[in-house]
């Protein structure tokens, strides 16, 4: 995992060492780049060449390079990390079973083994979580 951002490898350490301190006790765990010409954020389409900014995206690529998902979002809404985990979860559960997981998938959830059988039977087989 790591984030990239526009901003110099120097704004990053005061934000690690300020902002970030004040939203998380253990900092982030995982390397921030700096992308200071734009250049990774042109290759994933979320580079503002009018404000020379990358807007918020977050991409999961497995482990053969694959983006599995991306979320791009306008300045004004934040990312929410606890679907990030989610998300990378359910992906290495199915990486790791074969079994897909229904919407809402939580760690421990209900899984399901895709057969034929399957097809058009899954509201017969996935009763999901009464809210």
């Not at 389409?45 to 983006?67: A, H, K, Q």
């Amino acid at each position: 995992m790591l984030s990239v951002s526009v901003d110099s490898v120097f704004s990053h350490k005061i934000w690690n060492e300020t902002e970030l301190s004040n939203m998380v006790d253990e900092g982030i765990p995982y390397p921030m780049l700096s992308d200071q010409t734009g250049e990774i954020g042109r290759l994933y389409g979320v580079y503002d060449e009018d404000s020379g900014t990358n807007i918020r995206g977050r991409f999961l690529i497995d482990p053969d390079g694959i983006i599995q998902a991306a979320e791009v979002l306008s300045p004004p809404v934040g990312r929410n990390p606890e679907e990030l985990l989610r998300q990378i979860k359910a992906f290495q559960h199915n990486r790791n079973t074969g079994e897909v997981l229904p919407s809402g998938w939580v760690e421990g959830g209900q899984t399901l083994k895709p057969h034929t059988g399957l097809a058009g039977k899954v509201w017969e087989v996935w009763q999901p979580p009464k809210k």
